[in-house]
């Protein structure tokens, strides 16, 4: 499963940015900026965003935080992590790059004050083990915050059925010539565990002492944040 995964990240990472403007119509800037503030980022924090991809959940990160503390954006994926580091070299180069499989991450324990993975936990084999490797890595008391497509609600869910069953594969197929994976972004996202269901699995790790999400955009997408337990 993870080399499919992986494999397809990479074929698709040229394109990545441009579909995801296209396809979320810019809301995904919106969706990640209430990542941000739901994070209670502090100045002089240790970020670590999991499945960065193109990297822009930790360059929001440096926009809000600047230069004070540290922030690591983490993938599986070299071909990602690449165009994640040609985007930020110039303006952002404090930011660090670093391949790592998200369920299972080379850090010592503790070493950050916030982990983040967004629209990536749904990607990994073991989502158990991917929450648990992120809670380690955080300090107790820390956040770790997950931000992921969710099952909408009437009255918009039928006419986003319509939307990710067809013309998202299609316009993410001609953007970037790879149909079956626009076609997998929307069967993967149908199947996750959204809401209290996500909740539950979160709570089963026994890794958080407290657990909170919010649903946007109609529950189009979902924010979860764990309490890191001591
Ligand atoms: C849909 S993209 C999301 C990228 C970025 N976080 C964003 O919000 O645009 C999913 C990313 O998860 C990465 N990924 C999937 N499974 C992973 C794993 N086990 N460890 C690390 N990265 C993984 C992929 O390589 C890809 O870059």
């Avoid at 502090?42 to 540290?70: P, W």
């Avoid at 991917?130 to 992921?148: D, H, N, Q, T, Y």
Wanted: charged share 20%; aromatic share 12%; glycine share 8%.
């Amino acid at each position: 499963m993870s080399k499919t995964i992986h494999d397809m990240f990479s074929k698709i990472a040229g394109t990545y940015d441009r579909t995801n403007s296209v396809l979320s119509l810019g809301i995904h800037h919106l969706w990640r900026r209430t990542l941000i503030k739901m994070s209670q980022v502090k100045k002089g924090n240790a970020i670590l965003d999991c499945a960065t991809g193109t990297g822009d959940v930790a360059i929001a990160f440096y926009k809000k935080n600047g230069n004070d503390g540290r922030i690591v954006g983490s993938d599986f994926c070299a071909p990602m992590l690449e165009l994640a580091e040609k985007k930020s070299k110039e303006k952002y180069p404090e930011i660090e790059w670093q391949i790592e499989d998200a369920q299972n991450l080379s850090f010592a324990d503790d070493s950050f004050d916030i982990a983040t993975i967004s629209f990536g936990i749904r990607n990994v084999d073991c989502t158990e083990e991917c929450l648990k490797s992120m809670a380690r890595v955080v300090k107790p008391g820390g956040r770790v915050l997950i931000l992921e497509f969710g099952q909408p609600h009437w009255p918009i869910k039928p006419f986003f059925n319509l939307y990710s069953g067809y013309i998202l594969p299609f316009i993410g197929g001609m953007i970037s010539g790879e149909k079956t994976a626009y076609k997998y972004l929307n069967t993967s996202s149908a199947q996750f565990p959204t809401g209290k269901n996500f909740v539950a699995l979160m709570e089963k790790t026994q890794a958080f002492s407290e657990v909170k999400y919010k649903s946007l955009t109609s529950g189009v997408c979902y924010i979860y944040v764990g309490i890191v337990a001591s």
